[in-house]
């Protein structure tokens, strides 16, 4: 078993719809990190979190750390949001980083 | 403020050749990590540097080396290359240690044939 394992692996949502990609470890961890891909391979980091939920304009990334469970939101989804959305767990007392196979997300206008 | 660079983007390498390939962290920032991302695999951590010191290193064998030089650019070599380390080679920087927020370059894709 992964010690990141994220849901689903594929999404196929219509233009506006609400979104939401899962992450769930088994590690104890410092911090998480969502990230995304798009074609070509650049990676952004979306958000960094150690507790509680963060917004940035339609994402939301919320953790529960007791649960050792994350989630991604998408609000108003958008076809440019296509992309693959990866988790990531920052173990404690290390300083490597765990990944999730990731979600290919498309969204269809 | 410029973002992580990688170079080269592309490369592609005979097997058994060596290649290094460099990247140059935000100004600023003091630990780069790198990673390697296949189809078979997905992303997975090589090691990472903190002020020119290797603080991890993840389960790659020795042929992968790397280096940070004082100016916290860093280089990793892969040496006698096999097919299988064709892959996405990725590196990021962050300002401290991970509990600190990760900026990725756009990646070196290596290609061997």
């Known amino acids: 078993k992964n010690e990141v394992e994220q849901s689903p692996q594929n999404l196929t949502a219509q233009e506006g719809e609400f979104i939401t990609i899962n992450c769930s470890y088994s590690v104890g961890i410092s911090a998480l990190h969502w990230l995304q891909q798009h074609p070509g391979g650049g990676i952004v980091s979306l958000f960094m979190l150690s507790s509680g939920k963060k917004k940035h304009g339609r994402l939301i990334a919320t953790i529960n750390i007791q649960e050792k469970h994350s989630s991604l939101h998408i609000t108003a989804s958008h076809p440019r949001d296509s992309a693959v959305y990866i988790c990531a767990v920052v173990p404690y007392n290390n300083n490597d980083m765990r990944f999730g196979a990731g979600t290919r997300l498309t969204v269809k206008p | 403020k410029a973002g992580v660079t990688q170079t080269p983007r592309y490369l592609i390498k005979t097997r058994g050749q060596q290649v290094t390939l460099s990247c140059s962290p935000i100004s600023g920032h003091r630990s780069v990590s790198w990673y390697q991302q296949t189809p078979g695999q997905g992303l997975q951590f090589l090691f990472e540097?903190?002020?020119?010191?290797?603080?991890n290193k993840g389960n790659f064998p020795g042929r992968f080396s790397g280096r940070q030089f004082s100016n916290s650019r860093s280089e990793m070599n892969v040496s006698t290359l096999e097919l299988g380390d064709s892959a996405l080679y990725l590196c990021?920087?962050?300002?401290?240690?991970?509990?600190?927020?990760?900026?990725f370059g756009q990646g070196t894709r290596l290609t061997v044939v």
């Open positions: 540097y903190f002020s020119e010191t290797q603080r």
């Open positions: 990021a920087s962050s300002p401290g240690r991970w509990n600190t927020e990760a900026f």
